[in-house]
Nanobody
Framework: QLQLVESGGGLVQPGGSLRLSCAAS????????IGWFRQAPGKEREGVSC????????NYADSVKGRFTISRDNAKNTVYLHMSSLKPEDTAVYYC??????????????????WGQGTQVTVSS
């Protein structure tokens, strides 16, 4: 079965850090651009960050720039989103997605071939 599985979400205090992981099962991520998206209650899903298949191109939404870092380890078939200086407004379900087109469309993807199931991130004191 071809799927993406996110992990690493949880409850964290404002100013804290979390690292999300996106692992592929049934296919290799080497040829895919990977995007992270999030959806807060009552809001539409929005792009957060994207990394090209080579890892040479990374992009971030203005709201997370300087606080979030996207990276990939193709040997582990996994992409990461390291989040620091977290704010309550970062609270959302975070999803990863894969596009076999190799390249990012800014901090998003041109199209999505696979979605993960999401992981909850809650930033609260």
């Amino acid at each position: 079965q071809l799927q993406l599985v996110e992990s690493g979400g949880g409850l964290v205090q404002p100013g804290g850090s979390l690292r999300l992981s996106c692992a592929a099962s049934g296919f290799t991520l080497d040829y895919y651009a990977i995007g992270w998206f999030r959806q807060a209650p009552g809001k539409e899903r929005e792009g957060v960050s994207c990394i090209s298949s080579s890892g040479g191109d990374t992009n971030y939404a203005d709201s997370v720039k300087g606080r979030f870092t996207i990276s990939r380890d193709n040997a582990k078939n996994t992409v990461y989103l390291h989040m620091s200086s977290l704010k309550p407004e970062d609270t959302a379900v975070y999803y990863c997605a894969a596009d076999r087109g190799h390249y990012c469309s800014g901090f998003s993807l041109y199209e999505v071939d696979y979605w993960g199931q999401g992981t909850q991130v809650t930033v609260s004191s």
